[in-house]
């Protein structure tokens, strides 16, 4: 079946401008991820949704970040007022559930959006 | 969350078995230890993951210690296709502890 998908692959913005990257989950995959991956870094979590809820935004860098979920399937990361520093691989990622029997699930990433900032 | 160290890089040849060592000495008797893989260019994949017991699957096997301080993920024949970055990542089993926390990993080089 069809894997998570990302878009746009690729975005070029200059700084100062508004960016929306979206994730496709794997159909009905309950929970949402966003990581963050600088070159030659392992990936850094930004926040999580399990259905529509933003559960934990901790790792989201400063209030120009903010990600929703609103129908519990496609979410978006907006960044506000892009900075250089925000150049970065984004990835998405989903699990089919929250718990499994105190276990984890496994999760699938998708390609990644790649964001350059002028 | 509790922290795992990993080798910066590790090399091995083709058709070899390689181990892959992540030592975790701050382990709490709940975490789970989950390894996944990063190819070159591509998304993190997950490979294995365990709790006490010795674990295999189609991928690789991951073996742990008795106190758990310690784990070493087995490629038992590799291949050209297994060279990527290797990460030991300890998930709690608490609600709020789904996310993932990826150290610098292991890059792991095959040799032809």
């Known amino acids: 079946g069809a894997g998570v998908s990302q878009s746009p692959r690729y975005k070029v913005t200059k700084r100062g401008q508004d960016v929306a990257l979206r994730c496709d989950p794997i159909?009905?995959?309950?929970?949402l991820y966003w990581y963050r991956q600088a070159l030659g870094q392992g990936p850094e979590f930004l926040t999580y949704?399990?259905?529509?809820?933003?559960?934990?935004k901790s790792g989201l860098p400063n209030d120009r970040f903010s990600a929703e979920r609103p129908e519990g399937s496609i979410s978006t990361l907006t960044i506000q007022r892009t900075e250089q520093r925000d150049s970065a691989m984004y990835r998405c990622?989903?699990?089919?559930?929250?718990?499994?029997?105190?276990?984890?699930?496994?999760?699938?990433f998708g390609p990644g959006t790649r964001l350059t900032v002028l | 969350d509790a922290k795992t160290t990993q080798p910066n890089s590790m090399e091995s040849n083709e058709e070899e078995p390689v181990h892959l060592p992540c030592n975790h000495s701050t382990i709490s008797g709940t975490d789970y230890i989950h390894w996944y893989r990063q190819l070159p260019s591509q998304g993190p994949e997950y490979v294995i993951h365990g709790l006490t017991s010795n674990v295999n699957n189609r991928m690789a096997s991951l073996a742990i210690a008795e106190d758990r301080k310690s784990s070493t993920l087995i490629l038992h024949r590799a291949t050209l296709r297994d060279a990527a970055v290797y990460y030991c990542i300890l998930r709690g089993q608490i609600q709020g502890a789904q996310k993932l926390v990826f150290g610098q990993g292991t890059r792991l080089t095959i040799n032809p």
């Open positions: 990622a989903s699990s089919s559930s929250p718990l499994r029997g105190g276990k984890y699930n496994e999760q699938f």
């Open positions: 159909s009905g995959h309950v929970s």
């Open positions: 949704f399990n259905y529509e809820a933003q559960q934990d």
